[in-house]
Structure formats: C-alpha cells, structure tokens
C-alpha cells in the first residue's frame, strides 16, 4: 500500500521555497545515508531553528536500504518534535534518473523528488520530466528538474564537462514540465575537487581562489522566470581545515577546492532557494574518523570514532544554516 509524506509528518517544498525566494536565504539540502549522518543533520538543524531538505540519493537507498531509510525519516519528524522545537523536514530524492523510481519514492513517502534528465536530449528531458511532475502532483509531491550539466560525479554518472544552462530554455522548460524548482548550472560542480589549480588564481597570501560562478546567467535566468525556486547542486565548499586534517592523519587528498562561501552567500541571496552540500559532511567525518585512529590506535568501539564524526559534522552544518545559507531562525 502507498505512503502518503503527509502520513509520516513530512513537510512540502511548497510553501519554504516561497518563504525562502522572498526572505532571501536558501534551504539547506545534506545528504544522508546513515544513522549518524542524520543525527548530526537533524541537531544541528533544530539547534539553529533550521528548515531542512534530507536528501537520499539513489546510491544512499542501496546502501542503506530504501525501507530503512524511509523509517528511519519517519523517526526523525518524532526525533525533532522530542528535541523541543519542530522544524520543518522534507525527505526528498536526490538525482532520480527514472520515472520508476521517482514513483517508488512518492510512493514510499517522499514528499519532494528530483529528476534529472540533464544528460537526455532537451525534448527527452522535458518528456520525463513531464511525466514525473503529472504523477508526483497527483499525489501531493513536488518536482525538481535540472537544465544544463554539473561536471563531476553523480552516483554511476560521470561527466567530464559542464555545460551552463541556457537561460533561452528556461521558461519553455518550466512551462512545459510543470516543475517546482529547477537546478541549474552555473559554474558548480559535484565531488571535493571541483577545480584544478590552473583553473585558480592566487591571491596575496598565496590561496588558491577559484574562478567565480556564472551569476550572470543566474541573473538571466531570473529575469526570463521571476521568482521561481532555483537550485544549486555541487556547493560543497570544502573546507581547507578538513582537508588538511585528512592528511594530517594518513589521507591523500590532491588538489580538493570547492566554491567559496561568500559565492554561495551571494546565491543565497537571489531565487536559489535550495543549496545541496554533501561532500562537505564526507571530509568532516572523514577527518574526525582518521583523527581518532591515528591519536588512539587501540580504540575499537565505533562509538568512539563514529560520535566525534557525529559532533564535527553538527558543527558543520549549523555554520552553513548561519553563516552561509541565512537559514537559521527562519522556521
Ligand atoms: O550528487 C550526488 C550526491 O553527493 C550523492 O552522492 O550518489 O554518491 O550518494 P552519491
Ligand atoms: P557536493 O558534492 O558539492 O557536496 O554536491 C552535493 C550535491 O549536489 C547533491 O545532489
Ligand atoms: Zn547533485
């Protein structure tokens, strides 16, 4: 039998991407594929008054198994009421590539889905994403879709390249497709190396700084869709204290630069309305995991390693919700 989200508490995007476009902040979008990964999602989000987007992709649902992970999303609109202040939480799919399986997540209780055609064709993407949007409205759920394509790794799908969103296709696309939001591409991109050095300058102190996202486009888009929600995917900002952690104790991580937080402060500020970070939490719990095994090599309960993981990764996400996407105190 179906799972409606409104039987499990969830919340819509609805009417927070409306909030969020006017407040001029953006709703924070972790992925999750564990217990302590949400832990630390859910902490942080109710410590900062925070509405959140709980992001499951379709890697996460094979690792961690789709019914435990839906249960476990039920828990937590339980698990933030006993913390003493309800925050709004959506459970949303994370790069849904088939009708199918954006239908088995509305069906098991999602109330948000993305599907992302950006590497079809432009008539095959506005045909899948058409038909989605019909299904998931039927049932209350909203629908994100991406025009254009972020370089890096999705899942199994790797692009070599991005290629921008053309702002001449936006309003045919939304108008067509039915779409609640839309993610596009502007310069960002998936996974902790989203530039290489030769693509950086320096400056004074000798920092790398990347090149700057495309807010022209973002500004065209905006203008050719006034007001409607955007996304953007690949906006971890990889944290140099981390990274640099991770190789402390035993890493080897080259080359790992993301986008600047004053850049996605920026974006915040405009129509993006939903800022996706998932690499930032991998290297936050990947340091604090090395940390312990290199300082107490003799520790083996996974408490031990797994709770700092924890802690550092609340840490993370409740300076994004203040102090990079403006989401704190807006639930
Ligand atoms: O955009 C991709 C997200 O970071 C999810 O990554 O497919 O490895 O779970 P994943
Ligand atoms: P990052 O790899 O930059 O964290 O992007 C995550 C993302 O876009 C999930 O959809
Ligand atoms: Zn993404």
Redesign the pocket.
Known sequence: MAINYKDLGLASTKDLFAKAVEGGYAIPAY?FNNLEQMQAILLACVETKSPVIL?VSSGARKYANATLLRNMARGAVEYVKELGYEIPVVLHL??GDTFELCKDCIDNGFSSVMIDGSHHSYEENVALTKKVVEYAHAHGVTVEGELGVLA?VEDDVVAETSSYTKPEEVEDFVKRTGVDSLAISIG?S??ANKFTPAQCTRNEEGVLVPPPLRFDILEEIEKRIPGFPIVL????SVPQEHVETINKFGGALKDAI?IPEEQLRKAAKSAVCKI?????GRLAMTAAVRKVFTEKPAEFDPRKYLGPARELLKELYMHKNEHVLGSANRA
């Open positions: 992925n992001q994370d790069h890096g960002t998936h996974g995917h690949g906006s971890s993301g996706n970070i998932d690499s930032d």
